[in-house]
Structures are given as C-alpha cells and as structure tokens.
C-alpha cells in the first residue's frame, strides 16, 4: 500500500476538518486502485465516518413513471412543471430551492425538439434522467472534484441520455459531462435504503468518501441511511490498525458465481477474496448444487472456485459435471425462481419448490434467499399480524431467523445490516410467544432483551429500521422496570407495524 495523490490527501483533509474522530486515509489498495485505510484500530459498531450524497437519483432502469423530482415519492398527483416539466407532487415541491435551481437550468439551456410534445411525456424523460440533472447544477468546486473518481467505459447503451436528446437539443459540453457522469456513476454509487413509510422510488446516490471503500465479500462495515440519505458508515466488526475498510457491492448471502458474475458486470472487476477463493464459502456450501448421478447425495462444488469456467465436482461419487451444464442448471433455477410467487414460499408442498430441490440442496443460497424473505415476511404483512401467526407458523418464523443468523455468522460477517433485521425478528416472535403466554416470560427474559438491544445498536438512525425499533427497546430491551403488562403494551400498540 502506497501513500494517495496531494490531490486524495487534500480530499481528505477537507472532510476531516467537518467531522471529529476522523480515523481514515486513502491509500493504493492491494484489492484495486485506491480504497480506504483505518490508521488506528476501529472497535466494533463505531460509526467511521459521514457523507451526503454529491448527488442522488433514481436507479438504472427505473420503472417508475410518475415520481416527485423534488421528494422522490411515488404519486398519481405528480404534474409536470410547467416552465420545465419535470414531475412535482405538491406545491411545496414546485416552489422548493431544489426545483427551482433545476428548472431554471432545464428551461435556459435546454430546448424542446418538438413544443406539441406531451408534457407528461417530457416529465417522465426527464424523470429517468434526475441525476445527471443534479450533477449538471452542481457548483463549479464539486464538479471539480468529480475528476477524483474511478471511472469505467460505457458499454452499454446509455438510454437516459439517447431519450433525452430525441426530447431535447442539449449542448454538446453538457452531453460529454453527462456522459463522465454515467462512468463515474456506475461504479462508484450506492444503492439507498428505502423509507418503509415513504412510497420513494428505489435510489442510488454518490457518496464521496464511501466511494473509495472497495469492495469485500466479508465486509468489515455496514451502511446506515438517514432522512435525508446521509450515508454513515459503522464498523460491523473490529478494525485493525492498517486495516483496509471494505463494503459489500452485491447481496451477503448471494453465491459466489452470482456474486461474482454481477461484479464484473457492473464494476467491472473479479473478486478474488478468500470468500471467493473457498468452494464452501465458509462452510456455508450457497452455491452448492445437487449431484446430477441420482444414487448419490453428494454436493456439487465448483473445482477451482475463481475460474468462472471450472468443471464442478462431486463431494461423494466424484463425477466431474463441465461448465456448460452447470450454466444450464443454474438458467433452469432462474426461471424457476422467477415463477416462485412469494405468498406460496412458506410451504415446502409448493410444486416449484419441490422441483427445485431436485436441483439444489437446503444449504443453497435459493433456499436461504426464500428462507429469509420467508423469515422477515411472515406476520410483518398487511394482512397477517404477527399476533394473528398461528403457532406453527410462529415456530416456522422463529426457525427461519435462527437459520439465516448462523449462516450469517458462519460467513464471519459480523455485525451486517442483515443481521439486526433478522434479530429484530427473532425478538418479535421471542415477545410474541411471550405475550401469549406470561409463563414463558421468564425463560424468555434475556434473549428477548438482548435481541432486541442488538437489533437496536445495528439498526439504528436506518430509514429503513422497524419503525418501532426504538419503543420495543424501551420496553422489552434491558434495563426497563416496567410492570410485566406495560411491557407488552407495545405489542398491542398501533405502533406494531
Ligand atoms: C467504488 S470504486 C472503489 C475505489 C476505487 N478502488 C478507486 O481507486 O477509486 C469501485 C472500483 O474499485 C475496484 N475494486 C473495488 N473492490 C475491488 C476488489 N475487491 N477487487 C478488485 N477491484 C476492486 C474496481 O475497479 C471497482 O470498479
């Protein structure tokens, strides 16, 4: 690792001046490029350091038509503006400082092809294409510091850009920056949490310190989005001294090849992390696929596991099986995953399910994506209420979350975002059963409090944290003097979401 630019180092430098404690450099990264260094050791749940998002949008792709250009909300209400025509949902949106400074920039630079084009049309083009409307009205000093980010090439079709130039006649500098924009982007932002109460469209946004951090199958942080997507990034485990400080680009508990696979898609390089370098990821065995001989219960694993070309063997008979049925079993799982309807994935009678256990065993991250789902989904619905869970099922939920939490222990991912959700939903049924039946409460009594306190310490300030994370550890967390009945007050409340 070798010392970062002046240019990094003044970067730097200016963000340590607006937060304390600052305990971070950039320097050359063994992983890639640049990344982020602890100079002193970081304990466990210490919040690393703060940034506001440069920029935010909606991501790649974005299906939604009609959102708030202002306050991102899904609403039929949205009307086209009309000096620019971007959708606003309100009149507080319309006259906010935000809108203004870009409808002023839309309407003096930018002209309509065609003026008897349909407004909600215009709108919903330029709503695909809000962040690089934020990055053109940036100040000069922030645009300047855009050069700092690695970029990528451009390979695929860039169609917010192409959609906006059939609308608009855009002046040649603002389409070359739009485009250092895009490479800039792709790389280097960052999937925002939703709001739950929120109808918001899903976001990414740039963050500028965060996106030095590289990329690690095992991250040693978690990320945190507050109201106003602030992203704050805490330590999920300890930091040593030196250490380098590592995010997660793709889901934790996906498996290697789909992790892989996507990292080089969309950030264009492959992971060779000791994750990725274990056929067994830890022993946790997520890509494994059943033995194709039918007399043998063996695993298939892949042989060399960061050639994305291996042949993949069999841990009990031996069989090699080459990669080109590997890729057709792992397209039939595709499109057997696709036709799974979630309200069926509770039952193991389901008819796709059980096809797909021909295919995969227990252990593969299919299951452990339909496990989790299952787990954070049951009783945490519009229509079934965690009290209305029937005792199996709340047994069913219970297993589920003590199921994903091993697995992600057994990846070393420490204190991940991941794992407060599922404590939280293993205090919800602790409490639950507890509620049902004062007797247990006693035997309960710990591990409801300490679930919750631990759910609470990883989760909180998340937009996207249970929203009565905080009132459920005032009354079931430790230390509450709360008579037995007004401690599960909170389970009858209105704010039992
Ligand atoms: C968000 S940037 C991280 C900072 C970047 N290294 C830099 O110098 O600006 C993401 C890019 O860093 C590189 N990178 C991140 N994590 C990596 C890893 N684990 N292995 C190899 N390259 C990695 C890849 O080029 C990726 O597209």
Redesign the pocket.
């Known amino acids: 690792m070798s010392k970062a630019t002046k240019t990094e180092a003044e970067f730097l430098a200016l963000y340590s001046k607006l937060q304390a404690n600052f305990n971070i450099v950039i320097e050359k990264?063994t992983?890639?490029?640049?990344?982020l260094f602890a100079t002193e050791f970081i304990k466990k749940g210490s919040l690393i350091f703060l940034n506001k998002p440069t920029a935010y949008g909606p991501r790649a792709n974005c299906k939604v038509k009609k959102f708030c250009s202002k306050c991102y909300k899904i609403s039929d209400l949205c009307y086209p503006c009309e000096k620019c025509y971007t959708f606003v949902c309100s009149e507080i949106c319309n006259v906010s400082t935000d809108h203004i400074q870009l409808c002023s920039f839309i309407h003096d630079y930018w002209k309509l092809r065609n003026n008897g084009e349909n407004g909600t049309d215009i709108a919903t083009t330029l709503a695909r294409a809000l962040i690089y409307l934020q990055f053109l009205v940036l100040p000069k000093e922030q645009k300047d510091l855009l050069k700092l980010?690695?970029r990528?090439e451009i390979k695929a079709k860039f169609e917010e850009l192409e959609t906006l130039q059939r609308t608009f006649f855009i002046p040649e500098h603002h389409i070359k920056f739009m485009n250092i924009v895009e490479s800039i982007v792709k790389?280097?932002s960052f999937r925002i949490s939703q709001n739950l109460k929120n109808k918001t469209i899903e976001l990414r946004g740039l963050y500028p310190l965060s996106?030095?951090?590289?990329?690690?199958c095992i991250p040693n942080t978690r990320n945190i989005f507050d109201a106003n997507y602030s992203m704050a990034v805490y330590a999920s485990k300890d930091i040593a001294k030196g250490e380098e400080i590592t995010s997660c680009y793709t889901g934790l508990l996906w498996c290697s090849p789909a992790r892989r696979c996507q990292l080089y898609k969309s950030?264009?390089?492959w992971?060779?992390?000791a994750r990725c370098n274990d056929k067994t990821e830890m022993g946790t065995r997520l890509s494994a696929l059943n033995c194709l001989n039918k007399s043998c219960i063996g695993i298939l694993l892949p042989k060399i596991p960061l050639d994305s070309q291996t042949v993949w063997v069999c841990n009990i008979c031996d069989i090699i099986i080459p990669p080109k049925n590997i890729n057709m079993i792992q397209s039939i799982l595709g499109s057997l995953v696709g036709s799974l309807r979630l309200d069926d994935e509770f039952q193991m009678e389901n008819t796709v399910l059980q096809r797909l256990a021909i295919f995969i065993p227990y252990s593969n991250h299919i299951f452990v994506d339909i496990r989790l789902r299952s787990a954070l989904k049951l009783g945490f619905t519009d229509d079934v209420n965690i009290k209305e869970l029937s005792e199996s099922r709340l047994e069913l939920k219970e297993n589920l979350c003590r199921g994903t939490l091993r697995t992600v222990a057994a990846l070393g991912a420490g204190d991940a975002h991941l794992r407060g959700l599922l404590l939280y939903h293993l205090h919800a049924v602790l409490a639950e059963r507890a509620r049902r039946s004062p007797d247990l409460y006693e035997e309960l009594k710990s591990e409801i409090e300490i679930t919750i306190e631990q759910a609470y310490n990883i989760l909180l300030g998340d937009i996207s944290a249970p929203p009565d994370l905080e009132l459920r550890r005032v009354y079931l967390g430790p230390g509450c003097d709360k008579p037995h009945e007004e401690r599960f007050f909170i389970l009858d409340s209105k704010y039992n979401y």
């Open positions: 990264s992983l890639g490029g640049r990344g980010f690695q990528t790389i280097n996106a030095f951090m590289n990329h690690s950030k264009n390089f992971c060779k992390c």
